[in-house]
């Protein structure tokens, strides 16, 4: 079956270290985006890749960094620079469709603590 | 911009009652509007989708929504509530940006609906 995976479910790591979110899709979907969600504020998005090696800054990009080196992989990385990191974080794809619709699908997310 | 308000962040509601969750959109074109709704710790999962055509939408779940153009509402409601619908309900406002094979999505800060037996 296709769909998006996410690992690990859970991550934790320790103030100043960066740490590497994992988003893997089997649907050929072009698009793909990093969502960040905490509790009272919905989803922001932090940054989003429309075709293979380009990507654009979402509404919260700073302190993240990601690479789209292939069309099924979007890893999120979290730096150091990234004040308050701890969060569930939701990877998504999507796909305009012959009709023009949009198809959009989520993993099941990373929920990252900073200890 | 584009923009989505859920003026509702916590509803608590009987089993058996109606519900309806207010969402309320800005965009500058024709917009594309989702309802996804989410378990605890878990991903999100599409409740149901509003491209063009009838304004009223049917979902999973029993869910429908009505696509309201004058009021920029996009409302989902379910006439009877069972308590495995407790969980958080996100909408989402989307569309196609210059033509790419894409669609962003802006999402609302979600409503919590509690449900009491």
């Known amino acids: 079956d296709g769909g998006i995976t996410q690992s690990p479910k859970y991550l934790f790591r320790k103030e100043g270290q960066n740490v590497t979110l994992s988003c893997e899709q089997n649907l050929n979907h072009d698009a793909m985006y990093w969502y960040r969600q905490d509790p009272g504020q919905g989803l922001r998005l932090i940054y989003y890749?429309?075709?293979?090696?380009?990507?654009q800054k979402g509404d919260i990009a700073e302190g993240y960094s990601v690479s789209r080196e292939k069309k099924e992989s979007f890893p999120l990385t979290v730096t150091s620079a990234q004040k308050n990191p701890t969060a569930f974080y939701l990877c998504?794809?999507?796909?305009?469709?012959?009709?023009?619709?949009?198809?959009?699908?989520f993993g099941q997310g990373t929920r990252l603590t900073v200890v | 911009a584009q923009s989505v308000t859920q003026p509702d962040i916590h509803i608590t509601v009987s089993e058996g009652a109606s519900l309806e969750l207010r969402c309320n959109y800005s965009?500058?074109?024709?917009?594309?509007l989702f309802w996804y709704v989410q378990s605890p710790g878990q991903g999100l999962q599409l409740l149901l989708k509003?491209?063009?055509?009838?304004?009223l939408v049917q979902g999973i779940k029993g869910f429908e929504a009505e696509f309201k153009r004058s009021q920029s509402s996009f409302n989902l409601r379910k006439p009877s509530v069972h308590w495995s619908d407790a969980a958080e309900y996100f909408c989402?406002?989307?569309?196609?940006?210059?033509?790419?094979?894409?669609?962003?999505?802006?999402f609302g800060q979600g409503t919590i609906l509690t449900v009491h037996p």
């Open positions: 965009y500058g074109a024709t917009p594309y």
């Open positions: 890749s429309q075709i293979v090696n380009d990507f």
């Open positions: 509003y491209f063009s055509g009838d304004t």
């Open positions: 989402a406002v989307g569309g196609v940006e210059g033509g790419t094979s894409y669609g962003k999505l802006t």
């Open positions: 998504a794809s999507s796909i305009l469709t012959a009709a023009g619709r949009v198809k959009a699908f």
